[in-house]
């Protein structure tokens, strides 16, 4: 994947992102599975706090690395 794919999932942000957040909806996923919203530094603690108040979010990491099982 090159780095003009990954934009941010902030609502209409089209910024590269840095960010990675890997989280779960313990309700439909089963308990090793992670999703991912991308996001750029400025919607970083946006979005993970919209993930974490559900307690979905698990982690944060760089772009670099999300592992190709992520998502």
């Known amino acids: 994947m090159k780095d ?6 902030a609502k209409d942000c089209r ?3 840095v960010w990675g957040l890997r989280w779960n909806n313990p309700k439909i996923h089963t308990p090793e599975r ?6 750029c530094d400025e919607h ?3 979005l993970s706090s919209f993930l974490d108040r559900r307690g979905f979010l698990k982690d944060a990491v760089p772009v670099d690395g999300l ?3 992520d998502g």
């Open 15 to 17: 910024t590269t992102a």
């Open 67 to 69: 592992a190709p099982t």
């Open 44 to 46: 970083r603690d946006g």
């Open 34 to 39: 992670r999703k991912v919203w991308l996001a």
């Open 4 to 9: 003009s794919d990954l934009i941010c999932s």
